[in-house]
């Protein structure tokens, strides 16, 4: 199964604002509003930070935020915190393989 | 507290079998919604299997298909990923991961047990 695409690698200093891309294909990212995004420290267990494209579960900071437009979707991370370096994942319902994950993208605070 | 704890995991021979659980706590477990994910050393995550509260409805992912079983034992707040016909690309940290109802994200996830397929 083809997984979606996220670039590599991101950065920012403390208190800047990223985004991570998600790409996918009409068979999943475009045509679903199934989008999560989750944040993988080294060591510990996985923490969905969005659902559904855009919502955020209870405890997670409002400085995460997720939107979608067409086959691709972001996350955005503002006021950047060194606490946020991890690795971040984005996963979609996809027609042919019900789920896929993205690549991962390791986001550095500087 | 919701709790997920992963036991099986360990060394075995390329085409060998082993059988994975997922123990589960403080949550209406026959109510929701299971999945596995793995993550290969140095890898990202990959789903690779889901079975319905019920266990009526599962699914694989191509990587897998044929040769792991899920399975739930509602009764013991137990899930289950019976695997063989292991190959080293299998070597991996395995989750255990429920689904958020309606929404199929993974917002509950286990510590993972470590399988290493390795002669």
């Known amino acids: 199964q083809s997984a979606l695409t996220q670039s590599a690698s991101v950065s920012g200093s403390p208190g800047q604002s990223i985004t991570i891309s998600c790409t996918g294909t009409t068979s999943d990212v475009e045509s679903y509003n199934f989008v999560s995004w989750y944040q993988l420290h080294p060591g510990k267990t996985p923490k969905l930070m969005i659902y559904e494209d855009s919502n955020r579960p209870s405890g997670v900071s409002d400085r995460f935020s997720g939107s979608k437009s067409g086959n691709t979707a972001s996350l955005t991370i503002s006021g950047l915190q060194a606490e946020d370096e991890a690795d971040y994942y984005c996963c979609s319902y996809a027609e042919t393989n019900f789920r896929v994950f993205g690549g991962g993208t390791k986001l550095t605070v500087l | 507290e919701v709790q997920l704890v992963e036991s099986g995991g360990g060394l075995v021979q390329p085409g060998g079998s082993l059988r994975l659980a997922c123990e589960v706590s403080?949550?209406?477990?026959?109510?929701?919604?299971m999945n596995w994910v793995r993550q290969a050393p140095g890898k990202g995550l990959e789903w690779i299997s889901y079975?319905?509260?019920?266990?009526?409805?599962?699914y694989y992912g191509d990587s897998v298909k044929g040769r792991f079983t899920i399975s739930r034992d509602n009764a013991k707040n137990s899930l289950f990923l019976q695997m063989s016909s292991l190959r080293a690309e299998d070597t991996a940290v395995y989750f255990c991961?429920?689904?958020?109802?309606?929404?199929?994200?993974?917002?509950?996830w286990g510590q993972g047990t470590m399988v290493t397929v390795s002669s």
């Open positions: 991961a429920r689904d958020l109802p309606y929404v199929l994200a993974f917002d509950m």
């Open positions: 403080g949550f209406n477990f026959s109510n929701y919604e």
């Open positions: 079975i319905s509260s019920s266990g009526f409805t599962i």
